[in-house]
């Protein structure tokens, strides 16, 4: 779908600016993992860019809808184009969404299109600190989100009875090792459940 989309590229080291990709080979291993994604789910990707992952989750899952937030808005917009265009090979990518937004705008206000998410994924290696806080409140702060998949971990330097109030709300439950497209070296992937929904299996 997207050998021919031109990639951009950006000189230094900006962040929020990179593109890049976490290869779907890997991206098929981390949905095994946590599988099932069934028709009840609604996947959220936070910095979609190009909408690969949004795309690869309906190809491979029976997930109800898949979205892409992203605030490069000409980023957003070619992939938007690309999937439309493939969308009559694939009836599945019309459950595909994207919306322009950065993800600081929504502290205080829930995107009304996101509140029916259940997994929120991003690759946000590269986000600064307060768009990973305002990340990791997005995801507790919607209502029906039972998995976060991320490239940073929500607390650091997490240890028992830990008074951060994201470790009373997320526990780790895998450490992923993903193929990328930016590094030859493998980056991590930080899959927690709610804990609230974990019941008495819980030892924190």
Request: glycine share 4%.
């Amino acid at each position: 779908m997207y050998s021919s989309v031109k990639r951009s590229t950006h000189s230094g080291n900006q962040w929020e600016s990179n593109t890049g990709e976490v290869l779907p080979e890997s991206v098929t291993f981390l949905l095994s993992i946590v599988a099932p994604i069934g028709p009840s789910d609604v996947f959220l990707d936070v910095g979609s860019g190009l909408g690969n992952i949004v795309c690869q989750v309906l190809l491979q899952t029976d997930a109800q809808k898949a979205i892409g937030m992203e605030k490069q808005r000409a980023v957003l917009e070619l992939g938007e184009s690309t999937v439309n265009k493939w969308q009559h090979n694939h009836r599945v990518l019309k459950n595909a969404e994207f919306h322009e937004g950065d993800v600081r705008a929504y502290v205080d206000e829930l995107p009304e299109y996101a509140l029916d998410t259940t997994i929120v994924y991003s690759n946000n290696v590269r986000f600064r600190a307060d768009a990973n806080h305002a990340l990791f409140q997005l995801a507790s702060s919607l209502p029906k989100v039972r998995l976060l998949i991320t490239a940073v971990e929500t607390c650091p330097r997490h240890r028992a009875r830990c008074q951060n109030r994201l470790c009373a709300t997320w526990k780790c439950t895998d450490i992923i090792q993903t193929a990328v497209s930016w590094t030859a070296s493998p980056v991590l992937f930080y899959v927690y459940k709610r804990v609230d929904l974990l019941g008495s299996v819980l030892n924190m």
